[in-house]
Nanobody
Framework: QVQLVESGGGLVQAGGSLRLSCAASGRIFSINTMGWYRQAPGKQRELVAT???????NYTDSVKGRFTISRDNAKNTVYLQMNSLKPEDTGVYYC???????????????WGQGTQVTVSS
């Protein structure tokens, strides 16, 4: 069993910053792409940012220049530094990872439980 545990969400004023963390644990052999997605009330879940095991990153246009995704492969952890937050960034943020694990090992998509980010105007 693999678990993704997120932390770092909360309430912040517009213009403020938050840092999200997501740590993967379990009988993991390898992790490929890790990323963050978010879901605002009444809307579909959308991609925020992804990072490969080699460090290549991808961002949705609305967060470019404000958010930075990074990871620590030794700790199986991904981070999302969010600066200059806007009310439209409000939502539940979910961690995602492509994990190679199990007996026999196989690739699976795993999700965290989500952490709430609220940006007040």
């Amino acid at each position: 069993q693999v678990q993704l545990v997120e932390s770092g969400g909360g309430l912040v004023q517009a213009g403020g910053s938050l840092r999200l963390s997501c740590a993967a644990s379990g009988r993991i052999f390898s992790i490929n792409t890790m990323g963050w997605y978010r879901q605002a009330p009444g809307k579909q879940r959308e991609l925020v940012a992804t990072i490969t095991s080699g460090g290549s990153t991808n961002y949705t246009d609305s967060v470019k220049g404000r958010f930075t995704i990074s990871r620590d492969n030794a700790k199986n952890t991904v981070y999302l530094q969010m600066n200059s937050l806007k009310p439209e960034d409000t939502g539940v943020y979910y961690c995602h990872a492509q994990v190679f694990y199990g007996i026999p090992p196989r690739w699976l998509n795993e999700w965290g439980q989500g952490t709430q980010v609220t940006v007040s105007s």
